[in-house]
Every structure is written in structure tokens, then in C-alpha cells.
């Protein structure tokens, strides 16, 4: 996994509410054994027409959007779902992070094993975000995960905050699986004391 | 004394395996479920040259991308093929219990582990699939998680998770002839939001939820989803045992009465705390149906389609007036003047026995309606057979339904079984998303009997105009 630091990018402001997983990445793109290659169905309903053709007045199909590397959205956003393959085809397409006012729990959780961060932000400043994302002119933002704030073309920072964990795993790059596997002591001790209490838990499937 | 816990609380406790200085704890998976749609999970154990810790805890099946045509048949699409090659070769390799295409248990992920008494009281029990939340009506703590947790549970036996918080949704009092789970679960939705429950588990208690059969309450609990929170929860009682003594995986002998005095140790205690309470009268549910793009656009039948100009702020107007526009519905119009092309009766939802019963209910000695396709999809190959030694796919099949092998099927509208664009369709399955059923498709969720009723008179209809007949 890619460290996460700082990051400077145009933000694609895609302000509506309950962007779901299905409009993220369709489902028949989930039929893949891969994690990669899937930026270019990111948002394929909204963003392509039946025939492949681009839709000219999706954010992401404009420029300067073209090349963004955060999105601002509404409410809610990646709810339905928890195909893994939203963040992956985000990230695929160049997507580090993105901001709203309340993301969906699987989503969120899935964007931190994948170093994309998830910045939840309050209505008024998710509106001012979103106003400086939506200035074609100078639509960059910079997000800065060591000093847990967003800077703001105007110069103004907005602050967020996130739990000491995922801050962690994120500005390292590091993969959980390898730090929870340094607590395989704890793990053989709670399974002794389940296979005592709760001994129908660990038997073997009926032969 | 110790403080009250809610039932929520008194699993996670059991299942601490550790918690770290920053609040993240370390939860024991008692179970997981696995599926086609993760093959990454295993590319990742095997790059990283990682075992499955305890395969005898992980259930494999298959069912989003598998064809509902005869087993005998060939998987023709190329990818969905491939996807259940590498299943099968995956599961071999690391060891992991599969239930084959042609094996009678084979079925929707989440009918299939009730059934097999997989799932039970008090345990924790994830699946990369958000359904997942099916199983809570067992009183147990299940969630769904993304393909990275499921290689962390492979690897790991355990999940990194922050506590969600408890919410608790009651609804007293009696269900209203015509209503089933179905409507309860999609009244709640429409109360609370999509985003209603986030952050939170949901615990459903009130005398309406207790009278739920398993299979109604297996459908309310399907759905928290749908309203934003991590997991469902039912306090497990005398149904509960019942629905899992004898099930192939559940306890026996005296390991059952232990496991019987323990799950009877598990409902919320008097006192304890949610923090979030949301109360519903049961008497005040009609039958639901849905209008819009996402499950909380939901309307009783006898209601209109609403008009954005009422929504409470811009972002609402914004929202509902793009699901009208995607919906071709025009504000005011009765919900029982839309006519549909299609009509589906299947997902992990509602393809139980008990779903099937109540569609056959009103299909029997009537027609699907001219112009309109329906399908039955039992969700596992158990329940097809326990509806066929009953006759239900007779009745089925005389009133013009296809009756079909099981699998997600076109709730998720990923292995050939889908609607065309602009095409209507009244389903039982839990997303009405954009593009869901099929590009361009509109779906309306509504429950079993329901779907059956539209599906007969070619429009939406309110089930309780409809004479209900004998099955038997």
C-alpha cells in the first residue's frame, strides 16, 4: 500500500447525496480476479454513455477534472455495498482521497486498506470545499494527513480528524494482517478459553 | 453489580481478543462466509504466504455470478466461469469447505448458513457481501466486510474494528393483514434514512418483531443495511432454538443445552443504554413499495409518488427529483397506477420458504398479466425442494412464473438474469439503486406477496385487495 502524506490535487466537486457503490463501480465489473485496471468504469453509468462514448457533462469527463486526485461529494457517500472494487476503482483511476459529510461504514473502512483517505467534514465547510472545487479556475486542494488539515485555495486550512490508527497505517503504508499476526499469542489464548467455554463452535463440519 | 449491556454489548465482550491504546479492537471471527466475488482475498494470503487459520470455520459457496438455468447446463459467459474455476480451485488449496453447483445445499450465501446452523445465537460471523446482516436476526453479531478485512479474517481469525455504537428500533403491536418483515424492514428505512443507522448496530425488539417467523425476521435484519448501520440484531428466544435444533452444524447433545443456557443469557439487559431509540407502531404499516433510487424512497401502496418541492432542503429536492427523472415517475401519481414489465421473487431477502409461500398464495389460479415476465428464485437448493415436494412450483409455473435453480440471481444482475433499460420491475430483492437490476432498469422493492400481486395484475397493487388462497 502507497504511503499517504500530503497530497495536492485538482478536487472534482460531485455534489449529490447518497453516492452508491452501485454508481461507483457497476456490479458487473466486480467479475474480475484482479484489483487493478478498474479506473476506467469508475462512475461508468454516469460517466459513459451505452456505447462507450464519454458524457460531456460528467464532472470527471471536463477539464480540469480530468486529472483528479480528490473528490469532494455529498452526504452519505459510498453506501450500498461492500464490494472493495469502489475504492479500488477510485484509487486505479488516481483518487487518494475524498471528502463529504458522512461516509457509508463499509466504504469508509474499506478506502484505509487501500491508502485512500476518507475525510469527514461538517455541512458549511464541505460547502466552502465544495465552492473551491467547483472553480475551474484553481480547483486544487491540499490535504495534509501529518497536520490533519485540508488547505484551501484561499489559503485557509480546515482541520479534520481521524483515530490514531488508521492515521498510522495510512502515513506508513503499513498492512494490518502483519501487525495483527504479532498478536498471535492473544489469539491462541482467547481460542483456548472459547474452546472450553463454547466447545460447538470449533468442531469440524459434519463429515 | 456490573452496568446493564445490550445484546450487542455482550457479544462484542465475548469476542475481545484485545484492544489497542487507540480504542481498535481486536474481534474474534467466529465464522466466515465466503463467496465467488473475493478471489483477491486469496491472492493476497498467497503472495503474502499465508495460511487459512481455521478452515473449519469458513464456509465456501457460490451464488452471485452462477446462471439460475439447470445445473446440467454449462456456465457459457466466459467470466463468470472463470470466477467459479478460480472459486473452486481456491477453496481446494486452502482448505475451505465448498458447497458445490450440483450439492442440494448450494444456495445464497446468507440462506444458506441459517440452514446449515453456520450461523448461530451469540456469535460473530462475517461475509464480504453487506447483506451479511441477514444472520443478527440469530442474535448474532454479523457484518459485512470488505475483500482486505476478509483476508485479515483468513489470516487472522480476527477483525481491526472500531465498537459501532447500540441503536435500538422497536415496533409494538400487531402487523396489519397484507404485511409481512418486508414491509416492516422498508417502514423503518423510510423512517430513518439510508444514513439513519451509520456508525450504529441496530437491535430490533418489540412484540411485532417477536411475532416474526425466523424467516421474517431474517428479512428485517437483511435490510439494515440498507439503513446505514454495520449490523442487525434480534434477541435470540424459544424461535430462535427451534429454527436451529437438528441443523447440521448446530450443537448436539450436551453441548446443546450448554449453548441453550448461554444464548439464553444473551438479550439486552433492563436498564441498559442505546444511543440512538426509534419507535414504530405496527398497526400504522401498510404494505410498502418503493418510488425512487434508494430503499428510504419508500411509499405505503395506497400513497402517491411525491413531489420534490416538499423535500425538506435542496439536497433532497435535488435527489428525489434525479430518481423521479431515472424512475419516469411524475409527482402524484398513484403508486398502484405504475405498471410494470417484469416482476422478481428471490434474493437473500425474501427467497425462504415462508417468501415463497405467501407469492404462491395469490399466484395460485391466477396468470401473470400479459406483457409481464416473472421468475422465482428459491435461495438455496433445499428450499426449491422442500417447494416442490409442496407443489408450490406447480402453482408457480400454471400461473406463468419461471422457476429457476438459486442464486443471488436479480438482485444483483450479474450472471445474465437482468431487466432491460426502461424496463419496470417489481421486486423482492433490497436495492433499488440506479442500474441495479440492469442498466437503465427501474426497480421497485416490495414484499413477496406483493411482487405476486403485481406481478398477476401487470401494475403495483395492494396485496390486500387480492384474495389470498389456500397452498395446500
Redesign the interface.
Known amino acids: 500500500m502507497d504511503k499517504f502524506n500530503t497530497l495536492t490535487g485538482v478536487a472534482a466537486p460531485m455534489d449529490?447525496?447518497?453516492i452508491?457503490t452501485?454508481?461507483i463501480i457497476?456490479?458487473?465489473h466486480?467479475?474480475?480476479?484482479?484489483?487493478t485496471g478498474l479506473g476506467k468504469v469508475l462512475f461508468e453509468?454516469m460517466r459513459f454513455e451505452?456505447d462507450g462514448s464519454e458524457k460531456p457533462d460528467f464532472i470527471l469527463n471536463k477539464e480540469p477534472y480530468r486529472n483528479s486526485k480528490i473528490i469532494v461529494a455529498?452526504?452519505?457517500f459510498g453506501?450500498?455495498?461492500?464490494?472493495?472494487h469502489a475504492?479500488w476503482a477510485l484509487l486505479d483511476f488516481g483518487i487518494r482521497c475524498v471528502i463529504s459529510t458522512?461516509f457509508?461504514?463499509?466504504f469508509y473502512?474499506?478506502c484505509f486498506?487501500?491508502g485512500i483517505l476518507p475525510i469527514r467534514v461538517t455541512k458549511d465547510q464541505l460547502d466552502a470545499l465544495m465552492a473551491d472545487a467547483s472553480d475551474t479556475e484553481n480547483p486544487e486542494l491540499t490535504v495534509d494527513l501529518v497536520n490533519m488539515e485540508i488547505k484551501r485555495p484561499n489559503g485557509v486550512t480546515v482541520p479534520f480528524e481521524l483515530?490514531?490508527?488508521?492515521r498510522e497505517c495510512l502515513l506508513d503504508g503499513l498492512d494490518?494482517?502483519g501487525l495483527?499476526?504479532q498478536?498471535g499469542d492473544?489469539?491462541d489464548g482467547?481460542?483456548a478459553q472459547?474452546n472450553q467455554?463454547?466447545?460447538?463452535?470449533?468442531?469440524?463440519?459434519?463429515a | 453489580m456490573a452496568a446493564p449491556r445490550t445484546l450487542f454489548d455482550k457479544i462484542w465482550d465475548a469476542h475481545l481478543v484485545d484492544t489497542t491504546e487507540d480504542g481498535l479492537s481486536i474481534l474474534y471471527a467466529d465464522r466466515l462466509l465466503i463467496m465467488e466475488m473475493q478471489p483477491q482475498a486469496f491472492e493476497g494470503l498467497r503472495m503474502a504466504g499465508l495460511k487459512v487459520r481455521c478452515p473449519d470455520k469458513v464456509l465456501g459457496v457460490m451464488d452471485h455470478v452462477i446462471p439460475t438455468h439447470p445445473r446440467d447446463q454449462a456456465i457459457e459467459d466466459p467470466v463468470a466461469r472463470m470466477m467459479v474455476e478460480q472459486a473452486y480451485k481456491d477453496y481446494e488449496e486452502f482448505g475451505v469447505e465448498l458447497f458445490d453447483l450440483v450439492d442440494k445445499r448450494q444456495g445464497i450465501v446468507h440462506v444458506i448458513g441459517p440452514e446449515q446452523g453456520f450461523t448461530l445465537p451469540g456469535v460473530t460471523l462475517f461475509c464480504g457481501d453487506s447483506h451479511t446482516a441477514t444472520h443478527g436476526a440469530f442474535g448474532a453479531f454479523a457484518m459485512g466486510v470488505g475483500t482486505s478485512e476478509i483476508e485479515h479474517i483468513l489470516a487472522t481469525q480476527t477483525l481491526r474494528s472500531p465498537k459501532p455504537k447500540n441503536m435500538r428500533v422497536t415496533v409494538d403491536g400487531d402487523l396489519s393483514i397484507g404485511c409481512s418483515g418486508k414491509d416492516i424492514i422498508l417502514a423503518i428505512i423510510g423512517a430513518i434514512g439510508t444514513a439513519g443507522g451509520t456508525g450504529h448496530v441496530i437491535e430490533f425488539a418489540g412484540s411485532a418483531i417477536r411475532d416474526l417467523s425466523m424467516e421474517g425476521r431474517m428479512t428485517v435484519s437483511n435490510m439494515t443495511i440498507e439503513a446505514g448501520a454495520r449490523a442487525g440484531l434480534i434477541a435470540p428466544d424459544e424461535k430462535t432454538f427451534a429454527y436451529c435444533e437438528g441443523r447440521p452444524r448446530a450443537p448436539k447433545g450436551a453441548d446443546w443445552d450448554r449453548a441453550i443456557e448461554y444464548w439464553k443469557t444473551l438479550p439486552t439487559d433492563e436498564g441498559a443504554v442505546f444511543d440512538k431509540e426509534v419507535t414504530l407502531e405496527a398497526e400504522k404499516i401498510a404494505p410498502q413499495v418503493t418510488w425512487g433510487t434508494n430503499p428510504e424512497e419508500v411509499a405505503p401502496i395506497d400513497g402517491v409518488v411525491p413531489d420534490p418541492a416538499d423535500a425538506p432542503n435542496e439536497d433532497r429536492r435535488r435527489m428525489i427529483q434525479r430518481s423521479l427523472d431515472y424512475m419516469g415517475l411524475v409527482p402524484g401519481t398513484a403508486m398502484k397506477d405504475v405498471a410494470i414489465d417484469r416482476a422478481f421473487i428471490g434474493s437473500c431477502t425474501n427467497s425462504r420458504i415462508e417468501d415463497l409461500e405467501a407469492a404462491a398464495a395469490i399466484a395460485r389460479g391466477r396468470k401473470v398479466a400479459d406483457g409481464v415476465e416473472a421468475m422465482v428464485v428459491p435461495g438455496s437448493g433445499l428450499i426449491k425442494d422442500e417447494a416442490e415436494a409442496r407443489g408450490l412450483d406447480k402453482i408457480f409455473t400454471e400461473a406463468g412464473f419461471d422457476w429457476r435453480e438459486p442464486g443471488c440471481s436479480m438482485c444483483i444482475a450479474m450472471n445474465g438474469d437482468n431487466i432491460e433499460p426502461g424496463q419496470r420491475c417489481a421486486s423482492t430483492s433490497n436495492r433499488n439503486f440506479e442500474g441495479r437490476q440492469g442498466r437503465d432498469g427501474r426497480t421497485h422493492l416490495a414484499s413477496p406477496a406483493m411482487v405476486a400481486a403485481a406481478a398477476v395484475t401487470g401494475r403495483l397493487t395492494d396485496v390486500r385487495e387480492l384474495e389470498t388462497r389456500s397452498i395446500e
Request: charged share 30%.
Open positions: 449529490m447525496i447518497n452508491d452501485d454508481k457497476p456490479k458487473l466486480l467479475r474480475t480476479i484482479k484489483r453509468e451505452t455529498g452526504d452519505n453506501c450500498g455495498s461492500s464490494r472493495e475504492p458522512s457509508a461504514d463499509i473502512n474499506n486498506k487501500n483515530d490514531a490508527f488508521r494490518d494482517i495483527t499476526m498478536k492473544k489469539i482467547f481460542e472459547q467455554a463454547q466447545p460447538w463452535l470449533n468442531s469440524a463440519p459434519p
